[in-house]
């Protein structure tokens, strides 16, 4: 049988005890006492659907904010990365092409060759103006091979500024290439100890820097791979 403990006396008596058996005190009284101390402020002892439906609705408001937080963060990761492109060698060139196979490649994206290839194995071919992420290139070139190319295959594409710019104060041809590289392939790497910018994925290089004053490169470059 449980114990009551007399809020006189403090001493502990039968839970049917009418009255402490040390004192006298009326254990009805007691009784009522170690209710309302057990029981919080509003508690009648009995279900209420309004408190209930209160705490659960609590409940629903605070993951609805849970599920919405996170919802946020996957479409800002999906927005964020729409569109963007691996990084591989431009116009359909392949690290396994010979470089009549470039050639071909870049004829058929509307670059026209200028005079016939040179190098050892005609491996190097110039290419006339053409427009490249919106700005007009003043000449291409293609190089692929062993010797000064390093068993690798070049892309690269001349542009002119109409003033003087440098890496830290690029002009309107350099920031125009770079947004348009940023928004395909994202944030590069800035080397500022060489003057350029560099995307990379495995071992095909994108870069974009000054060769001069007016002068713009850009560049990509594959290793080869032999058949």
Request: glycine share 10%; hydrophobic share 35%; aromatic share 12%.
């Amino acid at each position: 049988m449980k114990e009551v403990k007399c809020p006189n006396c403090g001493r502990e008596n039968a839970g049917r005890a009418r009255n402490c058996m040390f004192c006298g005190f009326s254990m009805k009284d007691a009784a009522a006492v170690a209710v309302k101390e057990t029981k919080e402020p509003g508690d009648s002892g009995r279900w209420n659907p309004e408190q209930a439906y209160a705490a659960g609705k609590g409940r629903m408001v605070f993951w609805a904010v849970i599920v919405l937080i996170i919802a946020g963060a996957v479409a800002f990761l999906l927005s964020y990365t729409h569109g963007r492109s691996e990084l591989r060698l431009p116009y359909g060139i392949d690290r396994t092409m010979s470089p009549i196979e470039v050639r071909e490649c870049m004829e058929r994206n509307g670059f026209e060759p200028l005079g016939s290839p040179s190098g050892t194995d005609y491996r190097n071919q110039m290419y006339g103006s053409a427009y490249v992420l919106n700005q007009l290139t003043e000449y291409s070139v293609t190089a692929v091979g062993d010797g000064d190319n390093s068993g690798q295959v070049f892309v690269m594409h001349v542009f002119f500024e109409e003033d003087e710019y440098s890496f830290k104060n690029p002009g309107p041809v350099f920031q125009d290439l770079l947004a348009a590289l940023a928004q395909d392939y994202g944030e590069p790497e800035k080397d500022t100890a060489n003057g350029l910018y560099r995307w990379r994925n495995g071992d095909v290089f994108l870069s974009l820097h000054y060769a001069g004053k007016t002068m713009v490169e850009l560049t990509w470059a594959g290793a080869l791979i032999y058949r």
